[in-house]
């Protein structure tokens, strides 16, 4: 777990108006923030340099109280999940699960990688599918493979790029309701980009508005969504 604090982070993509202007924020150890605002407004950029797949252009990004903007993103600790799962179609789920502790190479013995791949996959209710191939799973499932992918890496937080914006209503109201049930009891810092109002109104502790790259509010959601 580890608080994430963004301090007047700048973003720009060549000479053009910056994708992310002078954005503070700071996130609680253990907190669940949702990024939300219309399409192209900053919230992949902003969440990308977060996990160390883009340079900030100005501005300082603390993760646990270490300033990381020059960290690669290996030297970060997080763990990202995508909306189109970005699995390996030749392994199983267990080793797609496996994957992020077998690239660590010697730090993860069979037995430990065994124990973390089997606690995500309970967690998950993966357990009777770990022997099967990806094109075999649902879509629901293929989304449950990737954040077991997470969770096993034991990050310091979760980033979640519109994880459920491929799947449909009722399975975007299950895994809606496990991605909280799974948040809650592993209490690790998470920062979530969703279009969807439901997931804004109901996963989130606070709900941090983007607009044209700048934070233009930050409240609960009860703040933000419900009428005074
Ligand atoms: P969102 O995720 O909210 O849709 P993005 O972060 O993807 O927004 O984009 C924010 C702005 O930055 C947009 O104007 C977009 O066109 C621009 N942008 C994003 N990625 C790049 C890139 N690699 N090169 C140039 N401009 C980019
Ligand atoms: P590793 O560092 O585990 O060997 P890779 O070589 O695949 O991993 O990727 C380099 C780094 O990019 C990873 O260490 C990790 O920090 C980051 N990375 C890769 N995939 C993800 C992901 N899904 N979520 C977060 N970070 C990732």
């Given at each position: 777990m580890a608080t994430i604090t963004l301090d007047h982070i700048v973003k720009k993509y060549g000479d053009g108006f910056p994708a992310v202007n002078d954005v503070s924020l700071d996130i609680k150890d253990g907190e669940f923030v949702i990024l939300v605002g219309p399409s192209g407004c900053g919230k992949s950029t902003l969440l990308r340099m977060i996990v160390g797949l883009e340079d900030i252009t100005d501005g300082d990004l603390t993760i646990g109280g270490t300033?990381?903007?020059?960290?690669?993103p290996r030297d970060r600790n997080l763990a990202m999940v995508f909306q189109n799962y970005a699995l390996y179609p030749h392994l199983s789920v267990f080793e797609n699960i496996a994957f992020p502790l077998r690239l660590a190479k010697g730090k993860h013995s069979d037995e430990e990688v065994e124990r973390r791949v089997r606690e995500a996959a309970d967690l998950l209710e993966l357990r009777e599918h770990l022997e099967r191939k990806p094109a075999n799973l649902s879509g629901g499932q293929r989304q449950r493979v990737a954040m077991g992918r997470a969770i096993v890496r034991q990050a310091d937080a979760f980033l979640f790029d519109e994880p459920l914006s491929n799947l449909d209503a009722k399975l975007r109201g299950q895994m809606r309701t496990e991605i909280a049930r799974m948040q809650r009891r592993l209490g690790t810092t998470t920062v979530y980009v969703t279009h969807d109002q439901t997931e804004a109104m109901t996963l989130g502790d606070r709900v941090a508005v983007l607009r044209k790259g700048e934070l233009q509010q930050v409240a609960s959601p009860r703040e933000l969504y419900e009428e005074p």
């Open positions: 300033r990381v903007n020059d960290k690669a």
